[in-house]
């Protein structure tokens, strides 16, 4: 099959998740993205197959039920449902969601098996090492750190069995040199360069099966072992394409999101290694998605106990806004795309999901369809005028919006998306602003009253259209209110052009579909300090006298991601006197790259090992070809006077408030 040839669907898959708890707000992230991106690529008229599932042959599945005292079968039964249910409620729509215990993929795991195991690159041979049940992987005593598992910092088991062997080593120059020439199958960038020094860093052949257990997938002709849980779970993939009879329309994956955990040792090693061996495409696109971390900075997770879940939030959501169930999962749905970029960490908070709401649902979408739909009802008695010949008001803004979108879907950046249609509703409203329909009616300017009404409830029909992959429940029912139900043939890319509105429908005036938040009241219920007339906006004087800075309110202090960050590395930026490209340590798995304006003020050696106060949430920027990720705080009007440091040590990663 060739590569570079576009198959005819456009396929995308998520991972398939442990049922060992249920949904949180990890999963229902991944989950939810991905189906943002299928309806996007649905929207589009292309033939889309979104696939979602479950990994049901861990030990630790095993060993839950056994905890529990259930049956593997009724445990294994009731997580599938558990999860199809709370993924409805979601919205999220998938075309196929998999069970590893589902038949076809049990003939695809034993048909791969079987002919890597007849091409050598399985082999059998002895396992000596150590095995870490929550990560579910085979560790060698020399990674373990402390007797720990490396990853993860729990206990591992040792192991010693007789077992089958994955060459994955075999790939490694080919892995290096496929990442290198397509920089568009590792995204984002900063993930792409991990998984190169992980690779780099030389690769160890896997152990694919694991002996004394019920449960998994038999290895071929050897039934005394199982295969390992995760080259079972990463055949899913080429299950849902049909392996072994592989649908050529469908292979390869146009895109596959994960975790940024399960990327460098799985996603982008294994998993492309699996399908070199097999002699198939690898996928188009990888993308690695950050993690949500609890306010303690910690990785929000089923076993760490400490889980955000997305429908309580939604239950919450409803309660305190008075909006509906299918408004308040779409509005959770629009905030975590719209708040973090896709790649990078953030930490849930429930005040951040309230303000976007507040300011984005209510006062910028809301805003437009509840003074526009009461001007029709008023003014045209509640019928949308006749067409204009598309050169209406909006012909520039919405051209310009979609090829904005269109670029940046490409990458899968659904922030920018959506602030390219924060843009078209910026330009609505102040439309509305300039135009004064009410003028217009009383001058009895009747025929600008009507153009401008009609390009106005057009550009809310593309509105609706353009947001209906993130916000399906709140696209169909303005579609409602502007009168076009029953023509959701309509909700289509290739309709995003002005002047489509059919003219002479009646419009359905409803209630508001997103109530605003009396934040005061918020606060002041959850006990915040910030309640007390700290919202008070009032310009005071600064020391000096002079200068006039805003007050903020605690809760948008509380935005900021301050973190102790510890100096690992700092390094001239070429031909950028003033900059170091700066290594620090926030306390992550890695550490990150940040520049600096500190080279003039500082020497490398004095910046060496200090304890600084980073911004770790500052959006990511290239400055001078190097991308940075955060921002360290220095003191001083137009240049560092000094830096801000800790006086005494503090382990890197200290929330700072
Ligand atoms: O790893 N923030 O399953 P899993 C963001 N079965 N995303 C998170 C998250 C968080 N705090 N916690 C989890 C497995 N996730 C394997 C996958 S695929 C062939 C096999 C998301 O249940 C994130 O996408 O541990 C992560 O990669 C995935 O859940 C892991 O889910």
Known sequence: MDNNQTAARFYLTTPIYYVTAEPHIGTGYCTIATDVAARYHRLRGEDVLFATGVDEHAQKVLRAAEAEGTPIDEFLDRFAHVYQEAWSALHIDCDRFIRTSDADHKVAVQEVFARLLESGDIYKSEYEGWYCVPCETYFPEGDLVEGNCPDCGRKAEKLSQDAYFFRTSHYADALVKHIEENPGFILPESRRNEVLTFIKGGLRDACVSRKGTDLGIPVPGDEEHVVYVWFDALINYLTVAGYPDLDDATWPPDLQLMGKDILPRFHATIWPAMLMGLGLPLP????????????????????????????????????????????????????????????????????????????????????????????????????????????GAFAEDIKASLSAIDEAMQRVDFRATLESVWRLLAAGNKFIDEREPWTLHKEGKREELEAVLYDTVDLIRVIATLISPFMPAVSSEIWKQLGLEGRENLVAWDNCTPGA??????????????????????????????????????????????????????????????????IL?????????????????????????????????????????????????????????????????????????????????????????
Do not use: H
């Open 569 to 657: 590395d700092a390094e001239n930026v070429p031909d950028a006197d003033k900059l170091y490209k700066l290594t620090v340590d926030v306390g992550e798995e890695e550490p990150r790259t940040l520049v600096a304006g500190l080279a003039q003020e500082f020497s490398a050696r004095e910046l060496l090992d200090a304890y600084v106060v980073v911004v770790a949430n500052l959006e990511p920027a290239t400055i001078r070809g190097v991308d940075s990720n955060g921002m360290v705080l220095a003191a001083g009007e137009k240049k560092p006077i000094a830096l801000v440091t800790l006086d005494r040590e503090c382990e890197p990663g200290s929330k700072v408030r």
């Open 501 to 566: 509105f059919p003219g002479g429908v009646k419009i359905q005036k409803g209630d508001p579909i997103f109530p605003r938040v009396d934040l005061k009241k918020v606060q002041a219920d959850a006990g915040e300090q910030a309640a007390d007339g700290k919202q008070d906006k009032r310009a005071r004087k600064d020391k000096t006298g002079s200068k006039a800075v805003s007050t903020i309110t605690y809760d948008e202090f509380s935005q900021l991601d301050l973190r102790v960050g510890k």
């Open 284 to 391: 188009r696109m990888l993308f690695a998605t950050g993690w949500w971390l609890s306010d303690a900075g910690d990785k929000i997770s089923k076993s760490k106990g400490n889980v955000v879940d997305l429908l309580q939030v939604a239950e919450q959501l409803g309660e305190i806004s008075g909006c509906t169930q299918p408004v308040a999962v779409d509005a959770i749905r629009y905030f975590l795309l719209r708040d973090v970029q896709l790649g990078l960490d953030s930490s849930f908070s429930m005040m951040n999901l309230l303000n976007r709401f507040n300011g984005d649902l209510a006062n910028d979408l809301g805003n437009i369809l509840n003074r526009t739909l009461p001007l029709v009802d008023r003014f045209l008695g509640g019928t949308v005028p006749e067409p204009n010949d598309g050169s």
